[in-house]
């Protein structure tokens, strides 16, 4: 399994932009597709945007679609998620997690999908 630490979230204003970050530690974080999730208060932990093995294919939700992306960087063992045009919508705690398969050339957006997770960032921003 991978183990992961999220990095890099704090308060920002609505249209400001913040960057994530999710080191990883492990021998399959280079074999395996990565992904970024939230959690509001009061609400279902969501899918926001996962990335391939390689990094050369990406999948977001339609709320985050234009303003976020996800890169990785394998030579790292890092995770990253650019956001930008923030909204307040966007507060929430966000997790990055490992899918639990290798090499899968098709990204999930369930959750039960990864089996690696984070403690989570708070990310909050202000109207």
């Known amino acids: 399994q991978v183990q992961l630490v999220e990095s890099g979230g704090g308060l920002v204003q609505a249209g400001g932009s913040l960057r994530l970050s999710c080191a990883a530690s492990?021998?399959?974080?280079?074999?395996?597709?990565m992904g970024w999730f939230r959690q509001a208060p009061g609400a279902e932990r969501e899918f926001v945007a996962a990335?391939?093995?390689?990094?050369?294919?990406?999948l977001y939700a339609d709320s985050v679609k234009g303003r976020f992306t996800i890169s990785r960087d394998n030579a790292k063992n890092s995770l990253y998620l650019q956001m930008n045009s923030l909204k307040p919508e966007d507060t929430a705690v966000y997790y990055c997690?490992?899918?639990?398969?290798?090499?899968?050339?098709?990204?999930?957006?369930?959750?039960?999908?990864?089996?690696?997770w984070g403690q989570g960032t708070q990310v909050t921003v202000s109207s």
């Open positions: 990335v391939t093995w390689s990094g050369a294919g990406t």
């Open positions: 492990g021998r399959t974080f280079r074999q395996v597709a």
């Open positions: 997690a490992a899918d639990q398969a290798l090499y899968r050339r098709a990204l999930r957006t369930e959750g039960p999908e990864y089996n690696s």
